[in-house]
Structures are given as structure tokens and as C-alpha cells.
């Protein structure tokens, strides 16, 4: 399995963190918005497994940068996955919980959100948490789980969505996560 890496700004427009959700509809536009090409914004990425190297390789093919990732749910950390290693990684989680955060790059709440999504995924080692990158590669993923607003959290159980919280709400989705979890 192919993990590709879309080359994304690791920089967008400051938000507020009182806006709980952004829209994603600017996503495809962000590297024109900040007067570059995505190639010309090419960044190094490593992926980290737990907290060692396991299980990637990194691969040159043609033009573009890919990782190999095995599809393993791993518990006690967040796990980046994309259009193509999501499903699989939902398969491999069996019957435990699956936390999805759709998320941009540019969207204020979604990086408020983000240290406190990876803190919950640290004390649950009960529950699988993702996230997800709702670039132009991931949108047809985004669009099969029906996202509209970012950030928005899909909570899955034997591969179904159960629950789904929007916008920057950590007490929301931790209340969704237990009652999951107790269902």
C-alpha cells in the first residue's frame, strides 16, 4: 500500500480561535491564494509509527515523494491516512473504536483542535484515532463521508459511522467517543 503525500502549506490565513469550523472550498486554492505553486511549497515529511520508524520506506517514483505505510490501526497516538489508506486502517481496527479528524491545513479551529485530538488519542489507548487532510487528493474521501465544515470528527464502530461532531468542541467529542465506547 501507497501512502502519497500531498504537498500542502504548512501556513494558510490566520483565524480566530472563537470560529469553531472552517470551509474547505479555498483548499484547492491555497497555494494560489499565497502566490506559489504547490510544487514550489515541496516540504520533507517523516512518518512516525509509535515512536519509532516502523514499517515505512521511503520511495522516489517519477516526480512525486511516496511513503509506504502497512495498514495497522495503532492505538495511544494519532495516524495521518489519506483517501487510500483510510479504509484499510478501518478494516485492521476490527471491532475497536475509530476517531476520524477531517481537518485543513489553513483552518484556525482544526490547528487549535489538533493538540488536544492527539492528547485524547494518548490517554484512550482503547481507541484508534485518525486524521485526515482535506486537500484536493483526499476530497473524494472527504465527499464519500459527507464533510462539510472543517474540523469535523467521524467516530466509526465495526466500520460505521456512529457519531459525528463538528467544529472545535473537545468536551462534544470526548462525551461521543465514551458513549461509543459504552454502546
Not at 36 to 45: H, V
Not at 98 to 111: A, E, F, N, S
Amino acid at each position: 500500500m501507497v501512502l502519497r503525500l500531498s504537498i500542502s502549506p504548512s501556513h494558510g490565513p490566520i483565524s480566530s480561535p472563537a470560529i469553531s469550523t472552517c470551509l474547505p472550498s479555498a483548499c484547492g486554492r491555497l497555494p494560489a491564494l499565497l502566490g506559489g505553486s504547490a510544487a514550489s511549497q515541496k516540504r520533507s515529511l517523516r512518518v512516525m509509527m509509535g515512536s519509532e520508524m516502523r514499517g515505512v520506506t521511503a520511495v522516489k517514483s517519477s516526480s512525486l515523494e511516496t511513503t509506504s505505510v502497512g495498514a495497522e490501526a495503532v492505538t495511544g497516538q494519532v495516524t495521518e491516512v489519506t483517501k487510500d489508506t483510510f479504509w484499510p486502517i478501518v478494516k485492521a481496527a476490527g471491532d475497536k473504536v475509530v476517531v476520524l479528524d477531517m481537518y485543513t491545513q489553513w483552518c484556525g479551529p482544526c490547528k487549535v483542535m489538533a493538540p488536544k485530538f492527539q492528547e485524547m488519542s494518548e490517554k484512550n489507548h482503547d481507541v484508534v484515532f485518525l486524521k485526515l487532510d482535506c486537500n484536493h487528493d483526499n476530497r473524494p474521501l472527504a465527499k464519500e463521508l459527507g464533510i462539510k465544515v472543517v474540523p469535523t470528527f467521524k467516530i466509526l464502530k465495526d466500520g460505521k459511522v456512529v457519531k459525528e461532531v463538528t467544529g472545535a468542541k473537545i468536551d462534544e467529542l470526548a462525551h461521543a467517543i465514551e458513549t461509543v465506547k459504552s454502546s
